[in-house]
Structures are given as structure tokens and as C-alpha cells.
């Protein structure tokens, strides 16, 4: 498994943007897909966004696609979620998850490790 450190979050207007981070320790991070997830209250746990190992492949969920950006830095054992253009929709609490390299997956239960997650809160 992998230990996942999350920053970043908070309250933003409606059209801004921010930037989450997770920090990782333990299992080698560039032996790691990287997912972002999501939760409101009452709603289950949803995908965002998606990078393999090696930053080559990403994707993301319909709904922030052209507004999120993953990204990923090995050398610094982290990986990214730049929000713009944030909407009251997105407010969520935000998961980093890591799993070992392989195929790519949306689904949250084929994540091994989650970051304590970080409240992000956009208003109108």
C-alpha cells in the first residue's frame, strides 16, 4: 500500500480555481496509477480524473472534462488536480486513491490506498 498525504481545497467562488495536491510515501510511487474521487453528502463516492504510472495516459469524468487537469511529478512522489472554472456542483470532498500499475479502472473499490481527503466548497 501507499501512504497519501492530501493539501489544497477550501472555498472558492464560482468560476475560480484550485489546486489539490497528494503526496505519497511507501510503495514506489512510479508503480502507481493515481485516481481522483469525490463524494457530497448523500452521494456515493464518484470518479474524476485518472493517470497511469507513466503521466502518458489520463482521463477524466464527463462532468470536469476541459475544466480539470491531473498531473503528476515521480520525482516528487505526488499528483495533481488544478480545478478551474469550478462550479457549485463540484463541491465535494476530494480522494486522491493509488493503486499498482495495470489496467485502468474507474472504480473506486479497485483503489488499495486513499488520502484523508480534503473539503473542497465552490459558492455561487
Known amino acids: 500500500q501507499v501512504q497519501l498525504i492530501q493539501s489544497g481545497g477550501g472555498l472558492v467562488q464560482a468560476g475560480g480555481s484550485l489546486r489539490l495536491s497528494c503526496a505519497a510515501s511507501g510503495r514506489t510511487f512510479s508503480t502507481n496509477d493515481m485516481g481522483w474521487f469525490r463524494q457530497a453528502p448523500g452521494k456515493e463516492r464518484e470518479f474524476v480524473a485518472y493517470?497511469?504510472?507513466?503521466?502518458?495516459?489520463?482521463y477524466y469524468s464527463d462532468s470536469v472534462k476541459g475544466r480539470f487537469t491531473i498531473s503528476r511529478d515521480n520525482a516528487k512522489n505526488s499528483v495533481y488536480l488544478q480545478m478551474n472554472s469550478l462550479k457549485p456542483e463540484d463541491t465535494a470532498v476530494y480522494y486522491c486513491?493509488?493503486?499498482?500499475?495495470?489496467?485502468?479502472?474507474?472504480?473506486?473499490?479497485?483503489?488499495?490506498?486513499w488520502g484523508q481527503g480534503t473539503q473542497v466548497t465552490v459558492s455561487s
Open positions: 486513491a493509488a493503486k499498482l500499475f495495470g489496467r485502468a479502472t474507474f472504480k473506486p473499490d479497485e483503489y488499495d490506498s
Open positions: 493517470i497511469n504510472w507513466t503521466g502518458g495516459i489520463v
